[in-house]
């Protein structure tokens, strides 16, 4: 996606793949640095680890804990630290000092991807949430940031269901949140546990318990498959729904808009997923 948005804005830049131990990460974001790269994306586990390695966070990494796109920035002659992309045009002399910028952008990218694919925002809404691992968490916590009205988390080890909700808690205090299943209808329901990866995976929930009317709309964090059989069970139970390409997508927006400074083409990016992920 980041490759055809370079295009389209016919920037000459590139966007590469390296697969990088956990124990070279360091060295491999300063070598990033040394040649000049305008800036990385992390993934799992590189995202926490990263929070130590890179000179200044963004609020968005501070809030968020994980460090998901780093910039690389120079300080120009009035002093001003900027995007070592921007000083390509001479405009800004040439850096005299190099830094590195931590931020993260998939909590954004949740809650764009929320409003663009199902119209919800997500302010005074009820979200019944399923999973506790490293994605629910992100979601949970996004979620309540953004002040929804009542939320539901439900996971296979409940007692990480539990630390997510007294984080929130803590952190949020007025979000009403409860473990366990929703007593009546939610505004939305969100898949962020694995099942769904396979086809051979149950539902990730007991819908005898909620059965799936119950929800006006339901994203599974899942995109590929394009539709899990929670995202089919809950179309047939007449649910508006997404699956979690959105979230790639617009997580990948914002990093592109950090390193550029210019407006991500998204509808490019999109198509571009598409065509990589679901060959059409
Ligand atoms: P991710 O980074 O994608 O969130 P993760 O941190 O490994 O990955 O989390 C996986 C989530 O899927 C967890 O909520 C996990 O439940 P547990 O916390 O109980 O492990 C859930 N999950 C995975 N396999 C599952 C299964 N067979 N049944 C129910 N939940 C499952």
């Known amino acids: 996606m980041h490759n055809a948005a370079f295009a389209a804005l016919g920037l000459d830049w590139c966007y590469l793949a390296f697969e990088v131990d956990p124990q070279n990460l360091r060295a491999a974001i300063q070598g990033a640095q040394a040649m000049n790269f305008a800036g990385l994306n992390l993934t799992v586990p590189h995202k926490l680890l990263a929070l130590d390695m890179v000179d200044v966070l963004d609020e968005s990494a501070r809030t968020w804990g994980a460090v ?28 005299t000092r190099f830094r590195s910028q931590g931020f993260n952008t998939d909590a954004e990218g949740i809650s764009r991807s929320l409003i663009e694919d199902l119209g919800v925002s997500l302010a ?32 296979r080890t409940a007692s ?53 009317r119950q929800a006006r709309a339901c994203y599974d964090a899942i995109y590929r498959p394009a539709a899990t059989a929670l995202l089919q069970a809950a179309q047939a139970a007449g649910c508006q729904t997404a699956n979690g390409l959105g979230m790639l997508l617009h997580q990948g927006a914002k990093a592109f808009e950090i390193w550029t400074g210019r407006p991500a083409p998204v509808a490019v990016m999109r198509r571009a997923l598409e065509q990589n992920i679901y060959g059409h």
């Open 68 to 95: 998901n796109t780093i910039r690389f920035e120079g300080q120009g002659i009035d002093g001003v630290w900027l995007p070592l992309a921007s000083f390509d045009q001479g405009a800004h002399g040439r850096p």
């Open 124 to 155: 005074g809404t009820r979200v019944f949430l399923l999973g506790a691992g490293g994605a629910g968490r992100a979601i949970a916590l996004k979620l309540a940031s953004e002040r929804v009205a009542e939320l539901f988390l439900l996971n």
């Open 160 to 212: 990480k269901a539990e630390e997510i909700a007294a984080e929130i808690r803590l952190r949020f205090p007025g979000v009403p949140v409860t473990v366990g299943y929703p007593s009546g209808p939610v505004d939305l329901l969100i898949n962020a546990t694995s099942l769904g990866l396979k086809s051979s995976d149950e539902l990730p929930l007991d819908v005898a318990r909620f059965p799936l």
